[in-house]
């Protein structure tokens, strides 16, 4: 059976409006030990428009030599934002962030209305566990063979 993203994906978000001062981004990424906060309408606050990644912060200000108290998380979000619908299958999500080179995966539902994030290191937690389960199964079978039969 497939898993879904909505049975391991992070459903709580941390989120920032777009007027957000990039400096007050990266305090609250230190906070909560956070690599990246989805921006939200600042109408609608459950729906995405962008995401501000710990790497955004560095090259886009750090690098520059940009004070972050002036910018803001609408300045340097990425906007072209790739969208992952709860219900996608967890190799669906692979692909997704394979083909637009991502770490992460904004989950919204069909509304638009953002219901979790997905980051590389989740699928790689999921697909550890999926392993291991394999690997002990393997290894009890392994048992079975060799146990004489009565």
């Known amino acids: 059976m497939a898993t879904l993203l909505k049975d391991f994906a992070t459903s709580v978000v941390a989120v920032v409006e777009p007027e957000t001062a990039a400096l007050l981004a990266a305090q609250i990424m230190r906070r909560h030990h956070l690599g990246a906060l989805v921006v939200v309408d600042a109408q609608d606050k459950s729906r995405p428009v962008g995401i501000v990644t710990d790497r955004d912060l560095v090259l886009e200000l750090m690098a520059e030599g ?13 906007v072209n934002l790739v969208l992952a619908h709860p219900d996608m ?12 080179q991502l770490r992460r995966l904004v989950i919204a539902d069909e509304a638009g209305r953002l219901t979790g994030i997905v980051s590389l ?6 697909l550890a566990r999926e392993l291991g389960s394999l690997a002990g199964g393997l290894a009890n079978a392994r048992d079975r063979e060799t146990n004489p039969r009565v």
Do not use: K, N, W
């Not at 940009?66 to 990425?78: E, Q, W």
């Open 89 to 100: 299958d967890a190799l669906e999500a692979v692909q997704l962030m394979h083909a637009h």
């Open 121 to 126: 290191e989740d699928i790689i937690e999921l």
């Open 66 to 78: 940009l004070d972050p108290a002036v910018f803001t998380a609408g300045d340097i979000m990425s």
